[in-house]
Nanobody, 112 residues
Framework: QVQLVESGGGLVQPGGSLRLSCAASGRIFSIYDMAWYRQAPGKRRELVAGITSGGTTNYVDSVKERFTISRDNAKNTVYLQMNSLKPEDTAVYYC??????WGQGTQVIVSS
């Protein structure tokens, strides 16, 4: 079973940027479809962005034009570049494979 470890979260002011990373174990990372989810306090976990093994991406409407998902198969890592952050982006961010493995999450707080 693949293991996922997220990093890169933190406290940032509105309008700022963060880049999240998700490192995966295993030698077949390149065949996984990957996704970033987030869960804000008191809310359901939601899909933020996804990227297929072939590099096709999709985004929830609220982050389009601000967030970019990418992957580096040589490093077994998927990234989420987050720009123009808003307070409503505050959440724990998780990565996930299409096979159902989850990471432990990384906290993002957007506040002045």
């Amino acid at each position: 079973q693949v293991q996922l470890v997220e990093s890169g979260g933190g406290l940032v002011q509105p309008g700022g940027s963060l880049r999240l990373s998700c490192a995966a174990s295993g030698r077949i990372f390149s065949i996984y479809d990957m996704a970033w989810y987030r869960q804000a306090p008191g809310k359901r976990r939601e899909l933020v962005a996804g990227i297929t093994s072939g590099g096709t991406t999709n985004y929830v409407d609220s982050v389009k034009e601000r967030f970019t998902i990418s992957r580096d198969n040589a490093k077994n890592t998927v990234y989420l570049q987050m720009n123009s952050l808003k307070p409503e982006d505050t959440a724990v961010y998780y990565c996930k494979t299409h096979l159902g493995s989850w990471g432990q999450g990384t906290q993002v707080i957007v506040s002045s």
